[in-house]
């Protein structure tokens, strides 16, 4: 973790100008080379346990009818990224996107960022070429999430320094940030474990009553699927040697959240190991728990389509079917066509959640 | 503003409790009365400029076979709420309805909650008929919203008492909770004004910038609508004599946006002068803008049809054409077809953003 902002992001878009201005004086056509992110160079890596890129690479260069106006976009957007940093400032990819059209909109023909989907992929082509994320080029991801427990953030922001203390926020919790990485740092986490819970209300429910405090774990809910900031502060928290449970509904989406989570997406597969988690465990709502809490008989609802396709779906997936006990889990919800929110367990009583989630974690009873 | 939890629903509770009570002792068909939150009944209260209530009110009564089923639903939530306040434990609606589900689910032939679409009128019929908000009933709403700026939260929460510096929270900033009225303060309030940002990642722009602290605003993004907590906090902001500006997009959404904090809205005119804001102005972006700001011609977006339909409406509310300079703006955007974002404004270059803020409130060029 660094307290100081890396300047790894700053020395690539140097070395990636100044190879460019290299190519262009020796009367060479400037190129670059980025990975392929196309679905076929998308893989499992068995070893690290994560979504990522394979070896297909694609060369973008500026002497191809093709390829040169997206050529000269990327150069552009390399160009303010640069700026943002000199600056010391960030934006959104929203305003990187005006920035280029008020810069380049009247020096050419015909306006080449009409549409923010034609600077989006660019903006990938330039991490996954670089080595870097976003956040490292100064450009804010959307945010989402929220934490509490036992430990400080260092956040050196705007000139200044703020020690903010997750233990002491009240009902509001700590919002987490896109960037987790830059002029940031976590300290003095004491907690002995991460629980990661998909819902807000839930977050909220385990919040008001003490569950990090009694259980001495870092609260997290990325508020549905999880955001970049998120996926990533998890797996730093992971680094630092905390296991991580999450607790979703048993439903598409549930799981869905706790793939991501754990293994990455294929969407930022050029992310890699960095934004997944595959140490996480699930550890609930399951359609096992139905065996063991009979109140949840009464509480299941009818599974959807898209539930069953999901469950369907995930059965395929080697990094998924390699393991019996979801195998398991996911033919019960498609033989039942029943599914279960994790809100049912505030049924017997509010408190009831934590119970639970004490119960399940001392039998280790979770799926992998 | 209360420190400590106001007691005033769990009388209004205890009355509702014993008034059914009585009636059934005495041999009469036990109800009560809510007001009607039927279209016809909502109206613009010119007086408060606020959307609220009519006086056409509506029984609730058991001995009626349309109504026995509602009716028993609607004292149990009263119930499970008095029992919520007792605890001193707080859920979300979703909660409420997983715990009538355990609780009647299985004493009745059917289940009474099959979804959670039959408790939510019968919460509103209860806020309405005791004259308290769900919030006071210990039930959280969604929570959305971040606010940054020179002021302090006492959080009294989870048995701690917290003192929160919303001048402290780094890049984060505080996040509003759904309940900004039992067992917290708002205190230490020295801004001048209110700045009230569409969007996120314009919030993170003016909080990098230090924006609060140099013009002394308190700094609110409702991060997209508003949510109740949001709405009730400007509300509380604007009693203690702080100007209003709220700072969206010009289109459908960023207006919408606008007069839900400004009027309140449809479906909550129950709640009425409790969560509008009459005294708000919206500041921008506008077509009048782009007269000022030469830059923005070219930032300009295609409206689409849902933008000058929603233009067309309003035009035709008595609340919006009553104010010359809304007639004009509407105008503009349905005749020439266009709209713009307020991320437009980091064209020239980041720190534009406040620069524009700062000359619109020092030329007082807002809309009403």
């Known amino acids: ?31 670059f080379t980025t990975l392929s992110r196309s679905r076929s160079n998308i893989h499992y890596d068995e070893k690290k346990g994560v979504l990522s890129l394979g070896k297909n690479s694609e060369e973008r260069s500026f002497v191809n009818v093709g390829q040169a106006k997206r050529f000269m976009q990327t150069v552009a957007i390399a160009s303010k990224c640069y700026k943002f940093i000199n600056e010391d400032l960030h934006t959104s990819i929203r305003g990187l996107f005006y920035q280029l059209k008020y810069s380049l909109g009247e020096d050419v023909d ?66 987490i940030p896109s960037d987790v990485d830059n002029d940031i740092e976590f300290v003095d986490v004491k907690a002995k474990f ?25 609260l997290i809910s990325p508020q549905g699927q999880a955001a970049r900031g998120t996926r990533r502060l998890i797996r730093k928290l992971a680094d630092m040697g905390l296991p991580v449970y999450v607790f979703n509904d048993c439903d598409a989406w549930g799981w869905y959240i706790y793939w991501t989570i754990k293994t990455g997406s294929i969407n930022l597969a050029y992310m890699g190991p960095e934004i997944a988690t595959p140490e996480a465990r699930f550890l609930g709502v399951t359609m096992e728990d139905i065996e063991r809490y009979d109140f949840l008989k009464k509480m299941v609802m009818k599974a959807s389509e898209v539930d069953i396709k999901r469950a369907q779906d995930m059965l395929q997936y080697s990094w998924i079917n390699k393991h019996k006990a979801w195998v398991e889990e996911l033919n019960k919800v498609i033989k039942t066509k029943t599914k279960l929110e994790q809100d049912t367990l505030q049924g017997p009583r509010l408190t009831f959640v934590g119970q639970y989630i004490k119960e399940k974690i001392a039998a280790k009873r979770f799926l992998p």
Do not use: T
């Open 194 to 218: 991460v629980l990661v819970v998909e819902k807000d209300a839930i977050w909220q429910r385990l919040n008001e009553d003490g569950f990090w405090k009694k259980e001495n774990c870092i």
């Open 110 to 175: 015909e306006n080449i960022f009409n549409e923010q989907a034609e600077s989006n992929p660019l903006i990938e082509d330039l991490e996954v070429s670089l080595g870097v994320k976003r956040e490292d080029l100064n450009l804010n991801a959307n945010r989402k999430g929220v934490l509490a427990g036992n430990m400080r953030i260092v956040d050196n922001f705007g000139g200044e320094r703020q020690v903010i203390d997750a233990s002491k926020q009240g009902r509001s919790g700590w919002n």
């Open 1 to 31: 973790m660094k307290e100081k902002k890396d300047q790894n992001a700053k020395k690539k878009l140097e070395e990636f100008g100044g190879e460019i201005l290299k190519e262009i004086e020796s009367g060479k056509s400037p190129k």
